[in-house]
Structure formats: C-alpha cells, structure tokens
C-alpha cells in the first residue's frame, strides 16, 4: 500500500512540475510571439489552451496527493480517460484544422541556408486565415519573420504556390496568378510587405 502512495506521490510531483511549465509557457509565449522572435513560442501561443491544461494538471495532483485511497484510485482512472480523450481529440483536431493540406507550402531555402518558407491556412470551419512567414534557423532556436497575413472575409484570396527565387527572395503566386516578391535582410527579416 505504501508503494502504491509513492508513485501516486511521485506522480503528483509531476502534475505538478507541468502545471508550473505550462502556467510560465502560457504567460511567456505571447510576450516572444513578435516579429524575429522564437518559432517555438509562436508555435506555442495558445495561452487558453495551456490555462486549461495546467488546470487539468493541478487539480489531478491535488487528487493524487490525497490520503484516501479511493480518490487516488478515482483519480488515476479519469487521467487514463482523459489520456484517450486527448489523443482523439489531437486526432480530430489536426483533421478539422487542416481539410486542404494540398494549399500549403514548407519550402527549404536553396543553397542548404537554414532558411524555411511557411504558408499556413488555419481555422478553415470559421473564416480562413492565411498566414505566410519564414522561419530562420533550426529548432529549437528558429527565428519566426512573418511575411503577410490575411483573411479570406471580403473575397477569396489566397496562395496557389509558394517558392524561394533566391536565397533572399522569394515569390508568391496568389489565386489572381499575380507575382508578388519579397526580399529578405540576411537575418530573414522581409524588406518589403505583400500587396495582395
């Protein structure tokens, strides 16, 4: 009975250490998510997400600190539950998030320069936003430079094709078939704006 209480004491620092982590990632995350700042924290910018999270995780170690062993038992089945639960729901979240995976583009930069063209289209079930950027360095130091940003509310725009025209260029082919290019400073940064 007493390794039992170890592993679910064991186990409640661990909750615990995550709610911490998650709690200081969500507080973090929206401070660094700016232009040239770390790809991982804008990856990471969900602060409603991680509050829950952390949450979740809190409330399970305080139940697996408990002394009463029917609630650590209650406890240990509802985290196995929630564990499915979240795997189907990352399941069914990656697939209502991305239904048209053929209209976006992770180019690598020519030349083997640490360099990657992103262009995203996110929350297609509501209103459609396109975001395009170019990602400098590699993980987990990347560099995050967006490069356009936009809606799809008034008409319908969006990204038919995506390419690096050098080095420090690259192109942008949009649903007109109009040609934009934009040039980069060699830390990534764009020098000039899409005109969509």
């Excluded at 170890?6 to 998650?22: N, Q």
């Excluded at 990856?43 to 408990?66: F, K, Q, R, W």
């Excluded at 590699?138 to 690096?164: C, D, I, K, N, Q």
């Excluded at 025209?165 to 934009?182: A, K, S």
């Amino acid at each position: 009975m007493d390794v039992h209480r170890g592993v679910a004491r064991g186990a409640a620092r661990g909750l615990f250490t995550l709610a911490v982590a998650l709690t200081a990632t969500a507080v973090v995350a929206p401070l660094y998510d700016r232009p040239g700042g770390p790809a991982v924290l804008a990856e990471l910018d969900h602060p409603v997400l991680l509050a829950v999270l952390a949450a979740l995780s809190l409330t399970a170690g305080v139940l697996l600190s408990s002394r009463r062993p029917e609630v650590r038992k209650a406890t240990v089945g509802g985290l196995a539950v929630a564990a499915v639960f979240g795997a189907l729901a990352t399941v069914v979240y990656a697939l209502a998030a991305d239904p048209f995976p053929s209209r976006e583009y992770d180019v690598p930069a020519p030349g083997g320069a640490e360099r990657r063209l992103v262009v995203e289209r996110t929350s297609p079930l509501i209103d459609p936003v396109w975001r395009v950027y170019v990602d400098t360095g590699g993980f987990p130091t990347a560099r995050r430079w967006p490069v356009a940003e936009y809606t799809e509310s008034s008409w319908p725009r969006g990204v038919l094709h995506a390419e690096w025209i050098g080095p420090d260029r690259i192109g942008l082919t949009d649903y007109d078939h109009r040609q934009h290019e934009v040039e980069l400073a060699p830390d990534g940064r764009p020098l000039n704006g899409v005109d969509w």
